[in-house]
């Protein structure tokens, strides 16, 4: 929400550094905007100290968005998640990943079914496996946390016992890449970088969907309506389990369509795609944390979520291009990890000095 | 309900004095299903019964169930620790190499790893009491923050050629006396301590009242941040053990070791009756929590059914026990 | 005069205490002597709660001498005030719910042997202790939450005598409890007294004091009126001193419409919260629905918005049945409440202005089925400002950030939205200041006088005076006399207080 904070918190007069610094601790997004200009900057230098692998270039940054379709599509599902309060969190969205990545597979790779079905199949099985949480967490009033728990546990289970633990990637399957690979923008694409088919087919309308839907939206306002202040929202009139319930819905659907993006990425729909290592839920939460969602739930905001994606992910793009072989995913552990923390406390600073962040 | 409901009825936990008192209703529903299944088993299979299996499967519980001791801690006071699976990848591999690269003998080794899973867990009970941040938040950080050292002290490679030096602790025939592995015994043996801890001491009294109502607790005296942050040290130093375990007869230490044993631990920790809000919650639940988890999965690979399908039951089960924890909580509010 | 027990045990002397600009207390001068039931009562805003606080240690005086067993004491917290032996009971007991109440009396203070606790020890001085206060031993190994609140409230009380309180401060104890549960109070809190202990016994129901208290100590204004001997008054004596001398309400004249009931209730019941509730409002009527804290009228209010749906009777909207289980339903049979509970039930505190007010009505801001309608929102929005003169840099402002009576006006504008044909405000000026509750009431006026079938639900004795056009006494559950606006305070509150035989005065 666009809540500027009109003088009310001490701190408010001084000086021009003391109300910068204000505003990175209290302003997300400049802070989020700040860091990444930073980066950018420190990132030019060592390519123009040849310290790095490759050139930091405007082609290679465009290319690494790519990776901030799955990443940011699942922060943002985080986002509507944690908004909607009450201990608002989605463990599973991982192992949903898997799952409809699997139903993906199976109707275009084995039942070969054409691409827009089997697309919409896998956003009903997203749709259906999020209202599985939503009824549990909105209608029966379980904790988020565990009930994505077991939700992680046994959708993780059906992926991969789907097809005996065993990836699918047919033929039919490995034409999709097209999808998710650079393409030369129409009109003015010679003047500038390619960027990847899947930011404008997924990312984009997600994102515009998302903005209009809740910043923008009556659904959106009554989200932080009910992830402000519960019983409030309750008096208001609000239809509080319905709107809860949608919350982790959309977060289902989301998962669907990062599904579609990650099978036609690796060409193969493999059953722990969303759960491997780390899974995909710990990075989804850390970057909503990042772009300033609280885990208390009511705030967070679309744009913040976006522009902490991006960072991250040209962070990480910049460490793998700073480090040889395996050493720059590592230091990628320790950029996630470092920022979440310092995110954190900055938070938990910013309620103490100046009484919230926006 | 009035005011004086006279009916005589059985405490529900210790600090009753009454022996009844010592055993929660989840925990005999948990004793009940672990006995079924094994009864199930037993007549299913020809081998549940033999020693090496109900062997091979206290080993496998024994170093989820000593973390889920401490996280049975943490939880019932109210906070959780998700980084536990990286803090044992970073203990395992600097025990590994320890033990391979300078020849530490048991001692320096089990001291090593004590000592190191307690820094682990002292940083993330610092970070949360003073950063005075949600702990799920922190522990989000630090589990990738460990990971990362975990994976500087690989460089790249997996520690392959780990002598036996921790056998003793181990899955194999040095680690177990009757078949029973030592290191389950030790879990057993600090499942006890610590449930008598947080049964009989002021200490362990105090984290349930910090897990019911924080700022409470505090008025009441309660040295609350002391207690939170001892609560984190005392999971760091389980996690070392479990390390321990898991290296125990040695060969090859992989770099996924420890990866997502976290939700196998708070699994373990939910199934066993503690609630995720606080305030409730016994470590002998967190054992049969552990053991349940286990049984499942021995059960699956007994039958030859798919071994995925365990996460499946887990799965369910967590459902189960938390709609029971729901439920409990309901009918309480309406009293 | 009062019955002269013992010694004084507490003597506060002079004390004064400022809010900002409010003198909350001023000179205020009490003597409570040991084995005493010392009753404080006054109107809210008298001043009880603030000498209390001051006397626990949950704020300071800012001038005055307190006297504890004859020696000059200062309290800076409730912990020196609990070493002292002072201890206070409140409403909402503050226990552990997942500890027994053998524990919750002995947290912070376990009686250890060897580093553990010693539960033998700690049982017989917990059975030793139920024993002495007559409540039942099986209350020791009880886990707290498994307690009704009234056994709740008796823990409490055990636990402060386990500290040895020698004051015991009783704040509303009656409040919460049934008849029955008040009987077992009596008993306990005569206990108390034989053994030498001193209560403050606040309350607002004045015919319990006749049972329990020996002495009177009544307030108004932050003022003492008058320490009494408890036998030399009458419930209608002390609800005069507590009123004072009839001042002009400011009440301006309306003429209250006399037409078909906008709004009736016939038998309405929930429960045992109350029963038997039969109230009209017409539409341009105000209509005041008053009782003491604990008479239920809050409850009536829930049950009215849909929050705890009835149990028995029926509710009639313009003349149609109306089955109201959930504040949509209120909602959509036109009927908006005003929550009591401000920060609890009616903010968002960290969201904005326009945010609040137009929270919970989705569809008059729908455009394209799912945008928010901006640009009539800001129009809405700075239009229910204006016309409740809502003091707020702009619609965009957080409300936190507002004053109380700001925050409460922004509460009120979002049930003024669709224009509701019935309006329930409850407690609606709790807690905002002088300037702010005037304009509330006059807008609450102005309401009525558009048509707008207005019930008040208060335990605001001159509030009620002021606005309604009827008040309706809610006393132990039910609707009890009714009274017109011209009527004497100090009938009402003896009405409602529980005056006996109390015929529908004029």
């Keep these: 929400m666009s809540t500027t904070r009109t003088g009310q918190a001490p701190g408010r007069a001084g000086s021009v550094p003391a109300r910068l610094l204000r505003a990175l601790v209290t302003q997300r997004l400049v802070l989020l905007v700040v860091l990444l200009a930073g980066l950018i900057v420190v990132m030019k230098l060592l390519e123009n100290g040849g310290y790095l692998l490759a050139p930091y270039s405007s082609d290679y940054l465009a290319a690494a968005l790519i990776d901030a379709v799955p990443l940011g599509l699942l922060a943002l599902a985080e986002l509507v998640v944690i908004v909607s309060g009450r201990g608002g969190i989605d463990l599973s969205v991982g192992s949903m990943v898997s799952l409809t990545g699997m139903t993906f597979g199976f109707a275009v790779g084995q039942w070969g079914w054409p691409l827009l079905p089997a697309a919409l199949l896998a956003l009903l099985a997203g749709g259906l496996l999020g209202a599985v949480n939503g009824f549990f967490v909105a209608a029966l009033g379980f904790p988020p946390l565990i009930t994505t728990l077991a939700t992680y546990y046994a959708y993780s289970s059906l992926a991969l016992v789907s097809n005996g633990s065993a990836p699918i990637s047919t033929p039919r399957i490995q034409e999709l890449t097209w999808l998710t690979q650079p393409v030369e923008l129409p009109l003015f694409g010679r003047y500038v970088p390619d960027f990847p088919m899947g930011l404008f087919l997924f990312a984009l309308p997600v994102i515009v969907l998302l903005w209009l839907n809740v910043t923008r939206g009556t659904y959106g306002r009554q989200l932080y309506a009910i992830g402000t202040n519960d019983t409030a929202g309750r008096y208001a009139g609000v239809p509080v389990a319905w709107v809860r319930f949608r919350a982790y819905l959309v977060s289902g659907l989301i998962c669907g369509l990062v599904a579609i993006v990650n099978v036609s990425q690796f060409a193969s729909a493999r059953p722990d795609a969303g759960t491997a290592g780390n899974g995909m839920a710990l990075p989804a939460i850390t970057i909503a944390v990042l772009g300033g969602v609280a885990i208390t739930g009511g705030i967070g905001r679309v744009v913040g979520v976006v522009v902490a994606t991006v960072l991250v992910v040209w962070l990480n793009a910049g460490i793998l291009l700073s480090f040889e072989g395996s050493e720059g995913s590592q230091y990628q552990l320790l950029a996630l990890g470092g920022v979440l923390v310092f995110a954190a406390v900055l938070n938990g600073f910013a309620t103490r000095r100046y009484g919230g962040t926006s | 309900m009035t005011a004086l409901d006279e009916r005589p009825r059985t405490p529900r936990r210790g600090p009753t004095g009454a022996l009844g008192g010592r055993i929660t209703g989840q925990e005999l529903v948990l004793i009940g299903v672990i006995a079924g299944l094994w009864l199930v088993l037993g007549l299913a299979t020809d081998t549940f019964f033999q020693a090496g299996t109900l062997g091979n499967l206290a080993y496998v519980v024994a170093p989820i169930a000593l973390v889920g001791i401490g996280m049975t801690v943490v939880i019932a006071s109210g906070g959780i620790d998700v980084s536990v699976g990286s803090a044992v990848t970073v203990v395992t591999v600097i025990v590994a190499k320890l033990v391979r690269d300078q020849g530490a003998s048991f001692a320096v080794a089990l001291l090593v790893a004590v000592g190191a899973g307690a820094l682990l867990g002292l940083t993330n009970g610092l970070l949360i009491s003073l950063g005075r941040v949600h702990a799920i938040i922190i522990t989000f950080g630090t589990l990738n923050l460990f990971r990362f050292i975990a994976l500087r002290i690989f460089d790249s490679e997996q520690v392959a050629g780990v002598p036996g030096t921790l056998a003793f602790l181990g899955g194999g025939g040095a680690g177990r006396t009757w078949n029973v592995p030592h290191a389950f015994l030790l879990m057993l043996l600090l499942a006890a301590i610590t449930w008598w801890f947080m049964r009989n001491t002021p200490s362990g009294r105090h984290y349930y009242a910090m897990g019911g109502d924080r700022a409470a607790a505090r008025l009441a005296g309660v040295n609350v941040r002391r207690q939170e942050i001892l609560a984190y040290v005392l999971t760091g130093v389980l996690v070392g053990l479990a390390s321990t375990v898991i290296i125990g007869g040695g060969g090859l230490i992989g770099q996924n070791v420890g990866v997502g044993m976290e939700l196998q631990v708070i699994a373990a920790v939910v199934i066993g009756g503690t609630s995720i809000m606080g305030g409730r919650g016994t470590v002998l639940g967190t054992v049969l929590g552990a053991l349940l988890v286990g049984t499942v999965s021995s059960g699956v690979t007994i039958l030859h059914w798919p071994s995925q399908l365990t996460s499946l039951f887990v799965g369910v089960f967590i459902l189960v026990a938390v709609g029971t924890d729901v439920l409990r909580e309901r009918a309480r509010r309406r009293a | 005069m009062a019955a002269q027990q013992g010694d004084v045990l507490l003597d506060v002397e002079g004390l004064s205490k400022s809010y900002g600009a409010v003198r909350a207390l001023e000179q205020v001068s009490v003597r409570v002597r040991k084995g005493s039931v010392h009753a404080v009562v006054g109107e809210n805003g008298a001043g009880k709660s603030t000498l209390i606080k001051i006397i626990s240690g949950a704020e300071r005086a800012d001038a005055g001498t307190l006297r504890f067993a004859g020696e000059p004491v200062t309290v800076p917290g409730t912990n020196q005030a609990m070493d002292l032996g002072i201890a206070t009971v409140y409403q909402e007991p503050q226990l552990f719910a997942d500890l027994t109440v053998a524990e919750n009396i002995f947290l912070g203070r376990e009686i250890r042997r060897g580093g553990r606790i010693d539960w033998r020890a700690q049982a017989e001085r917990v059975q030793t202790l139920l024993d002495e ?374």
């Design chain 3, 133 to 506: 206060l007559g409540l039942p031993r099986h209350y020791a190994r009880r886990q707290v939450g498994e307690l009704s609140v009234a056994a709740k409230q008796q823990v409490s009380i055990a636990k402060a005598m386990a500290r040895e309180a020698r004051l015991l401060i009783l704040d509303e104890p009656s409040a919460i409890l049934t008849d029955n549960e008040i009987e077992i109070l009596f008993d306990l809190v005569r206990r108390l007294v034989q053994r030498g202990v001193a209560v403050i016994y606040i309350s607002h129901r004045l015919d319990e004091l006749f049972r329990i208290t020996d002495t009177v100590t009544v307030m108004r204004d932050g003022q003492v009126v008058g320490t009494f001997g408890t036998e030399d008054l009458s419930v209608r004596q002390i609800a005069e001193l507590m009123v004072g001398h009839e001042l002009d309400n400011g009440r301006t004249h309306r003429d209250p419409p006399a037409g078909e009931p906008m709004l009736s209730l016939r038998g309405l019941g929930r429960g045992e919260a109350f029963r038997d509730v039969d109230v009209d409002v017409a539409a341009g009527e105000i209509v005041a629905l008053y009782g003491l804290v604990g008479s239920g009228a809050d409850e009536i209010a829930a049950t009215l918005y849909g929050i705890k749906p009835a149990t028995a009777g029926s509710i009639t909207i313009g003349g149609t049945p109306a089955r109201i289980r959930s504040p949509r339903d209120a909602q959509r049979h036109r009927l908006a409440m005003l929550p009591a509970d401000r920060k609890q039930h009616g903010v968002f505190a960290i969201q904005d202005v326009a945010f609040n007010i137009t929270t919970g009505h989705a569809r008059g801001f729908r455009r394209f089925g799912f945008l928010m309608d901006r640009a009539r929102e800001n129009r809405v929005v700075r239009e229910l400002m204006e016309r409740l003169a809502v003091k707020a840099p702009g619609p965009h402002t957080p409300v936190d950030a507002l004053s109380g009576g700001n925050q409460q006006k922004v509460v009120l504008a979002r049930q003024l939205v669709d224009r509701p044909s019935v309006l329930v405000l409850e407690e609606p000026t709790q807690g905002v200041d002088v300037g702010a509750k005037e304009e509330i009431h006059r807008l609450v006026a102005d309401l009525a006088a558009q048509g707008t079938a207005v019930l008040v639900v208060t335990a605001d004795l001159p509030e009620a005076l002021r606005v309604a056009d009827r008040i309706v006494v809610v006393r132990q559950g039910t609707t009890t006399v009714e009274f017109d606006p011209g009527a004497r305070q100090a009938d009402v509150l003896a009405a409602a207080a529980g005056e006996l035989s109390q015929e529908g005065a004029g």
